[in-house]
């Protein structure tokens, strides 16, 4: 295929901000025109949570996730999507606003439109994840521009589709997709040129690329953003909500006696559905997360990975929190199928999310193909006020940088003497949420507490040769975003209000427990866990509050529930041994065991109706993420003080006092 045009008889979708032309155009009674539009007509921020809820992911077969597309899309209750509408539609071409497929790293949301018919996707700007499992499953990505060019019945060069792209992307796109170009690399029809970059001050994200390409020597060679390599993967790991699809694509394209070259250093977690059996609205879709567990323990059987699975009904803990604990070190170069992976950031390795497809294929071969991406510098000063946690730090990154989009795409690079003011745990929070802010992976600059920290998680570790992996950033390196300073003293604690990690609002500097602009806000259910504000400094904060309000004759408030889920068997310990968990206990917190849980709308601690407010320390709060209710996202000081309260209010110390 060298020219792309509009098949006769087919549709183009627009997913506008009007859900009645919407559902007109899915029931085939109005077709439109981008030149009769605009841009600001359409859908923004259409996330990976919209276009495959979880529970659709419970399906690993495309062919059946395709049935169930976007129907996280919700107007009063009700689905704008019903079963089978997009395939049904007869739509080839799909188009929304900016920022398409920001949220989780699953597959399964590009799969959905590519099963059901889509070729191509339009849109002002794609997240980065999102349009990488684009590019991997061959749906062609354009701007509005080019639609309507298409609509007047141009035919467009292949070549403008892959145009911005590296030349493998470009490759890749050409050919159709990762698995088709794989074995064109294989059978010699493709190449993979080495760069040719001169030498050049290198941020954090380049030096650690640099290290990893494919027929390098160690700190001989120089990355430039732009530039398209081939690079060794140190590590990785999929859980029980992508195991299956791997599994499923890897014995499609390689047979069913596919074999890994070095399994060891990859896993498998049991952790995302591990509590869907407690939860009745999951009955029906038992049987399907009973199946993909199942494919999970035949890969694990099948590829010899490291096994993570639960014991006794009980997970070991989250897998972005056990590949921090037990996986990552200084210098690696990591990927899975999920989009928080870039936690792993928070050891001054270079982590980050991938599609079933792509992941599939760095297993087999050990090594996979990647664009140098640019880099934002985040220069911490200072330190947090008392009640302002790296939680806060980055809800304020989000509300004053993600959403002029300075971060897409990018890998945040973290660092200054703010930085070291932070515990490694706070670190990995910080970490952890770049992919809210639509980047490409976060990372901090190395230091002996973040060193020590994991030697203390990791017997035997040793503390010398972990040094001697530790990589930092030239101080003239370059940066395509800026170098943004940060002083920490001056940020307040934040809450963001729902429907978007984005919408962070300060507390009110006269009135430091009050969040001025969104009032007195009841609520229902308080929830401390996931990957995000399940570390061992995240059950210190919640118990910091919970112990003031014991000291002061008080509980979690009459009609609040308030859950706290431990991120691995190891903080269960840790809060054990110092504890927490009598005074949960006597202040009325319910604890859940290791797990993803609510985050992943699959445990305790989610809403059961819309009226529901939850005030959450996760990490997103999409429509529909953790139950049908309002979801405001908090640190976790905040979510215990809202939990003794009642009602939102940011962390004040003393505040329980009579």
């Known amino acids: 295929m060298s020219a792309v045009s509009l098949t006769p008889g087919k549709r183009v979708l627009f997913l506008t901000k009007d859900p009645e032309r919407v559902r007109a155009q899915l029931r085939g009674e109005l077709d439109l025109r981008m030149r009769d539009l605009r841009v600001e007509d359409l859908m923004d921020d259409v996330n990976t949570d919209a276009m495959t809820p979880a529970w659709v992911c419970f399906d690993y077969r495309p062919e059946d996730i395709a049935r169930n597309a976007y129907a996280g899309i919700t107007i009063a209750g009700e689905r704008l999507f019903p079963e089978g509408a997009l395939a049904n539609g007869g739509f080839e071409v799909i188009v929304s606003g900016y920022r398409k497929g920001v949220g989780s790293s699953r597959e399964t949301a590009v799969q959905a439109e590519k099963w059901s018919g889509i070729r191509i996707a339009i849109a002002a700007s794609f997240a980065p994840i999102h349009a990488r499992n684009n590019v991997n499953q061959g749906v062609l990505m354009g701007d509005h521009a080019m639609l309507e060019r298409l609509q007047d019945g141009e035919a467009l060069p292949l070549a403008e589709f892959a145009k911005g792209w590296d030349p493998v992307t470009r490759q890749i796109i050409e050919c159709g997709g990762l698995f088709p170009f794989t074995r064109a690399f294989k059978e010699g029809r493709v190449s993979v040129a080495a760069p040719r970059t001169a030498r050049r001050p290198m941020t954090l994200a380049e030096k650690i690329l640099a290290r990893h390409v494919v027929g390098a020597s160690q700190d001989a060679l120089y990355l430039k953003p732009g530039d398209a390599v081939s690079v060794r993967v140190d590590g990785g790991y999929s859980h029980d909500f992508t195991s299956a699809q791997v599994h499923y694509f890897l014995a499609g394209e390689y047979g069913?006696?596919?074999?890994?070259?070095?399994?060891?250093?990859?896993?498998?977690?049991?952790?995302?559905?591990?509590?869907?059996?407690?939860?009745?609205?999951?009955?029906?879709?038992?049987?399907?997360i009973e199946a993909q567990r199942e494919m999970q323990r035949v890969f694990i059987k099948h590829t010899g990975v490291q096994d993570y699975s639960a014991r006794n009904g009980v997970s070991p803990g989250i897998c972005h929190t056990i590949a921090r604990e037990r996986m990552i070190e200084p210098g690696d170069l990591i990927q899975a199928t999920d989009s928080h992976t870039c936690m792993g950031g928070s050891l001054n390795a270079l982590a980050y999310g991938v599609g079933s497809t792509e992941y599939a294929a760095l297993l087999y071969s050990g090594f996979t193909f990647v664009e140098v991406p640019e880099s934002i510098r985040f220069e911490l000063r200072g330190a947090p006020r008392p009640g302002v946690t790296a939680k806060d730090v980055m809800l304020f990154i989000l509300a004053n940088h993600a959403k002029r989009q300075e971060t897409l795409d990018r890998v945040m690079e973290f660092g200054g003497e703010g930085l070291r003011a932070l515990s490694p745990d706070e670190r990995a929070t910080l970490a952890n949420m770049a992919t809210e802010c639509s980047a490409k992976a976060g990372v901090c600059e190395a230091d002996e507490a973040m060193l020590e920290w994991i030697v203390a998680h990791r017997p035997g570790a040793s503390l010398e040769a972990l040094r001697a992996k530790t990589v930092a950033p030239d101080p003239d390196a370059e940066y395509a975003g800026g170098v943004h300073v940060i002083d920490l003293a001056t940020i307040r604690p934040m809450v963001a209000t729902p429907g978007d990690p984005e919408k962070g609002i300060p507390s009110d500097p006269t009135n430091g427990a009050a969040i001025a602009e969104i009032g007195d806000v009841p609520i229902q259910i308080a929830y401390g866990g996931s990957c995000t504000a399940g570390k061992e400094v995240d059950l210190d904060l919640y118990a910091q509050v919970m112990q003031e309000a014991l000291a002061a004759g008080k509980r979690v408030k009459a009609g609040v529930d308030f859950f706290i889920q431990f991120g691995s068997k190891?903080?269960?310990?840790?809060?054990?041994?110092?504890?927490?968990?009598?005074?949960?206990?006597?202040?009325?917190?319910?604890?859940?065991?290791?797990?993803?849980?609510?985050?992943?709308?699959?445990?305790?601690?989610?809403?059961?109706?819309?009226?529901?407010?939850?005030?959450?320390?996760?990490?997103?709060?999409?429509?529909?993420?953790?139950?049908?209710?309002?979801?405001?996202?908090?640190?976790?000081?905040?979510?215990?003080?809202?939990?003794v309260a009642g009602r939102i209010v940011a962390y004040e110390e003393g505040m329980f006092r009579a």
Request: charged fraction near 20%; charge should be positive; include cysteine.
């Open 570 to 643: 190891a903080v269960e310990d840790y809060a054990r041994r110092r504890g927490y968990l009598d005074i949960f206990a006597k202040t009325g917190v319910r604890m859940i065991d290791p797990g993803c849980g609510a985050c992943i709308g699959c445990g305790p601690g989610i809403s059961t109706n819309r009226e529901q407010v939850t005030v959450s320390a996760i990490n997103r709060n999409y429509q529909n993420r953790s139950g049908p209710g309002k979801l405001y996202l908090a640190s976790p000081l905040t979510v215990a003080a809202s939990a």
């Open 256 to 288: 069913a006696d596919y074999r890994l070259p070095d399994p060891s250093r990859f896993a498998a977690f049991e952790d995302h559905l591990i509590y869907s059996e407690a939860l009745p609205k999951m009955g029906p879709f038992l049987p399907k």
